[in-house]
């Protein structure tokens, strides 16, 4: 009989979350100094991130979203992207922030770069929340990272397993750690 997975092990606290999410708006903001900053979002699991990162962020910023499928199992992604909801906002010529909550095999995020960039923006950066080893394989450049992590699967703070755990306020390992396809 297999067990359910729940949240484990607390690997982030809010508070240390809320520190690092500062620091980032910081860094941000001294980078983006005198211009305005797009901020994309990939829902829904960066929604989190993002309601905290843009309240710390003291230049000029607007909002908008995109949802994705990627294809494979709930916790594998395979690297076919299917955009679900396009942004609503023209990207050319503006400054864009892509902002994901997490990058595993780097995948979902190669996709999306390449397609933010082919929409011509005067400049396209990624900050990623998290970050695991496997991302270096697709060889995206994050600009801003908040965290590394090993090779495990956390939930809370926007992050879900089948939908669930999106509204903990900390990033738990999932416990029993869920079996990876090869
Ligand atoms: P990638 O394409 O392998 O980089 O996977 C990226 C997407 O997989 C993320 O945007 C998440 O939706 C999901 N994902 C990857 N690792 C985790 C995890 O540890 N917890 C929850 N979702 C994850
Ligand atoms: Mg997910």
Request: glycine share 10%; charged share 25%.
């Amino acid at each position: 009989m297999s067990q359910e997975p729940r949240p484990g092990e607390v690997l982030i606290g809010a508070e240390r979350l809320q520190q690092r999410v500062g620091e980032l708006a910081e860094t941000i903001s001294d980078d983006y100094k005198g211009r305005e900053v797009l901020v994309v979002g990939v829902l829904k699991g960066a929604v989190v991130f993002i309601a905290d990162l843009i309240r710390r962020m003291t230049v000029p910023c607007e909002m908008d979203f995109m949802a994705v499928a990627s294809y494979g199992s709930a916790t594998h992604s395979s690297g076919v992207v299917r955009i679900l909801k396009d942004l609503d906002t023209p990207l050319e010529g503006r400054d864009v922030l892509l902002v994901e909550d997490i990058v595993d095999s780097g995948l979902t995020l190669s996709y999306l770069v390449k397609n933010l960039r082919s929409r011509g923006p005067a400049s396209l950066e990624v900050c990623a929340l998290l970050v695991k080893p496997g991302h270096r394989r697709a060889g995206v450049d994050i600009r801003y990272a908040g965290f590394e992590l090993p090779d495990v699967f956390v939930v809370g703070y926007g992050l879900d397993i089948g939908e669930r755990y999106r509204n903990l306020p900390e990033i738990a390992a999932l416990e029993p750690a869920p079996v990876r396809q090869p």
